[in-house]
C-alpha cells in the first residue's frame, strides 16, 4: 500500500466533509473535517481521494445524456437503485433554477431529479476543480456500493432508517473506527448529518481498496466513456 494518505469526502450542508485514514491506511488513527469549500480540503498529499460526487458530465444536448456507470452501479444496488440519481448534464450547471433545468432537459429526452438540482453547487465546484489528470488518485465512488461489498450483501436498510444506521455503523466498527460515537457527538449537525459521516468513512475505506488494487471500477470497455473535458465518467467501490 502507498504511503500516502487515504480520504473520503462526502457532500454536505456545510461543504465537504472529508474522512482520512490514518498511517498506513489505518481506521483507528483516522481524523474528519469540514470544509466549505473543495479547495479548502487537504486533498494534495493523499495519494488516493474517493469522493461521492459525479466526475465527467454528459452534455446532453440532443439526448437524455445518460452515463453508463450510473445504468451499471443501479444493478449492482437491488431496492436502492434510485440512490443513484441520474447525473445533471453540464449546461445545467449554470442555470438559474431547477425550473429552468428540468424544463431543459426534459425538452431533450430527460428532466432532472430534485435531489440532483441541490448537488449542483458541489458538482460545479467539483467539476471547475478537476482536469483529467487528477483522476489517476481523485475518483467517484458510489457510498452504497462500498457498504454493501463490505457487509457481504446486495441489500441494506435504506440508511436514515434506524436499522439502515445500525447495519451502517457495524460495517464501519467492523473495519476499525471505534471513535464512531465521539465523532457523532462532535459533528456539528447545522453542516452535516450522521449519514454524510457514515459515508465518509466507508469512502475512505474504497480509497484504501484503490491503493490495494482491490477497488472494481465500473465504466465502458476497453476505454472508458469521457465527457467534452476529457473527465473519465466511471465509478469506483
Not at 96 to 123: E, H
Not at 203 to 228: H, N, Q, S, V, Y
Request: with cysteine.
Amino acid at each position: 500500500m502507498s504511503s500516502g494518505s487515504l480520504a473520503g469526502v462526502d457532500g454536505c450542508k456545510g461543504g465537504w466533509l472529508m474522512v482520512r485514514l490514518g498511517p498506513g491506511g489505518d481506521p483507528a488513527g483516522a481524523d474528519w473535517e469540514i470544509s466549505p469549500e473543495w479547495a479548502g480540503l487537504e486533498t494534495a498529499s493523499s495519494t488516493f481521494v474517493a469522493v461521492d460526487m459525479p466526475i465527467g458530465l454528459p452534455d446532453g444536448s440532443a439526448d437524455p445524456g445518460r452515463r453508463v456507470c450510473d445504468s451499471l452501479a443501479r444493478r449492482l444496488l437491488p431496492g436502492a437503485a434510485s440512490t443513484v440519481f441520474p447525473t445533471p448534464r453540464r449546461p445545467m450547471l449554470t442555470m438559474p433554477d431547477y425550473a429552468s433545468a428540468n424544463a431543459w432537459g426534459k425538452t431533450r429526452g430527460a428532466g432532472l431529479a430534485k435531489q440532483a438540482w441541490f448537488l449542483i453547487p458541489r458538482i460545479r465546484e467539483l467539476d471547475a476543480a478537476l482536469v483529467p489528470a487528477d483522476q489517476g488518485r481523485i475518483r467517484e465512488t458510489h457510498p452504497e456500493l462500498v457498504f454493501r461489498v463490505l457487509a457481504g450483501t446486495p441489500r441494506l436498510a435504506p440508511k436514515k432508517t434506524p436499522e439502515g444506521r445500525d447495519q451502517r455503523r457495524a460495517v464501519l466498527t467492523a473495519a476499525g473506527f471505534h471513535q464512531l460515537e465521539a465523532w457523532r457527538a462532535a459533528l456539528p449537525r447545522a453542516k452535516a448529518a450522521e449519514d454524510d459521516l457514515n459515508d465518509a468513512c466507508v469512502l475512505a475505506l474504497a480509497a484504501r481498496r484503490m491503493a490495494k488494487g482491490t477497488a472494481i471500477c465500473l465504466t465502458t470497455t476497453p476505454k472508458p466513456e469521457r465527457d467534452a473535458r476529457g473527465l473519465a465518467m466511471e465509478i469506483w467501490y
